[in-house]
């Protein structure tokens, strides 16, 4: 089972940004599609940002769109989740997923609180 790996996370006041990343060891991400994926304490996975193989399509949930990006460097086997303008109610644990294989990460939290 491969284990996804994300980092970036952290505590940023409202209106801030914050950059997260995701990398997997021993599996490449070129030929698949990327999601990132949130779970907030209490409320169901919410899927945030999707990206196809080349990168040329992505989509976003209604809430997160405008603010956040997702894209990929297949180079350095990595997806980012640029997240902009954040809100209190962006406050969740981010995790990256390849779901064709339905791999998954840990997960790397991220809190908006002044």
């Known amino acids: 089972q491969v284990q996804l790996v994300e980092s970036g996370g952290g505590l940023v006041q409202p209106g801030g940004s914050l950059r997260l990343s995701c990398t997997a060891p021993?599996?490449?991400?070129r030929m698949w599609s990327l999601r990132w994926y949130r779970q907030a304490p209490g409320k169901e996975r919410e899927?945030?940002?999707?990206?196809?193989?080349?990168?040329?399509?992505?989509n976003y949930a209604a809430s997160v769109k405008g603010r956040f990006t997702i894209s990929r460097d297949d180079a350095k086997n990595t997806v980012h989740l640029q997240m902009n303008s954040l809100k209190p109610e962006d406050t969740a644990v981010y995790l990256c997923?390849?779901?064709?294989?339905?791999?998954w990460g840990q997960g790397t939290q991220v809190t908006v609180s002044s």
């Open positions: 899927m945030v940002a999707n990206i196809t193989p080349t990168g040329s399509n992505a």
């Open positions: 021993g599996f490449t991400f």
């Open positions: 997923n390849v779901p064709a294989h339905n791999y």
